[in-house]
């Protein structure tokens, strides 16, 4: 026997060695809540490939609560062409040149402007409040409605349109900034998915394909 395990050393060992068995058992058999940050990067490029290759149903019906604290929804815009944009109002780069763009397009269109319903969905209701989007949208074009929702309602809505998106840590601060898919989308007066703009699109090259949409029926 090796002189580790013998005397007072053997009782000690075994507890740590069980303590360890115990661990691995629970770590492997308990359902973790959060996915790791492989099982995102797998979700995203999943999203991804859905999306630009329209494998799967794209969009659906959803129902949020606007900055004005009213139930708002796709349903609500019947008959207009919708501009869906997901991001959040501390996003420091991204959001607000999209957004911008999204302005452009109405200021271009003019008064086919009413025709066309811009929509901004937070990613980050825990501190995208309603005064804070209704602040925020105003920035851009009063024209904006800006939903929010629980972490699970807007979870939900975001997975139909495969925007995938992640909270991640600032080292060294409690501040978090969210990784997030950019894509403007554009939604039929039905409220059936049409298509996307990549992020970066300019104001001008959505403005001519929405016009060219509005002409059409439908
Ligand atoms: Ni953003």
């Not at 990067?41 to 490939?49: D, G, I, T, Y």
């Not at 409220?191 to 394909?209: K, N, S």
Request: hydrophobic share 45%; proline share 7%.
């Amino acid at each position: 026997m090796p002189a580790a395990l013998r005397g007072w050393r053997a009782p000690i060992l075994l507890a740590i060695a069980l303590a360890g068995a115990a661990g691995a058992f629970y770590y492997w058999h308990t359902p973790r809540e959060t996915p790791t940050q492989e099982e995102r990067r797998a979700e995203a490029a999943r999203f991804m490939s859905e999306l630009m290759l329209g494998k799967a149903g794209i969009g659906g019906p959803f129902t949020l609560t606007d900055q004005h604290g009213k139930a708002k929804g796709l349903a609500d815009f019947r008959g207009k062409l919708v501009l869906l944009y997901f991001g959040y109002t501390f996003c420091p780069d991204v959001c607000p040149t999209d957004l911008a763009a999204i302005a452009r397009v109405l200021e271009l269109l003019g008064p086919d402007a009413d025709k066309v319903q811009p929509v901004f969905v937070t990613l980050d209701p825990g501190r995208d409040t309603q005064e804070l989007l209704r602040n925020y949208v105003g920035n851009f074009s009063p024209r904006f409605v800006a939903l929010r929702g629980t972490e699970a309602e807007v979870r939900r809505v975001a997975n139909l349109y495969r925007v995938y998106f992640e909270k991640v840590p600032v080292p060294g601060a409690s501040a978090y900034v969210v990784d997030h898919t950019a894509f403007i989308y554009l939604v039929d007066r039905d409220g059936d998915y049409i298509g996307f703009f990549p992020p970066g699109t300019a104001g001008e090259r959505m403005a001519a394909l929405v016009r060219e949409r509005l002409a059409q029926p439908g």
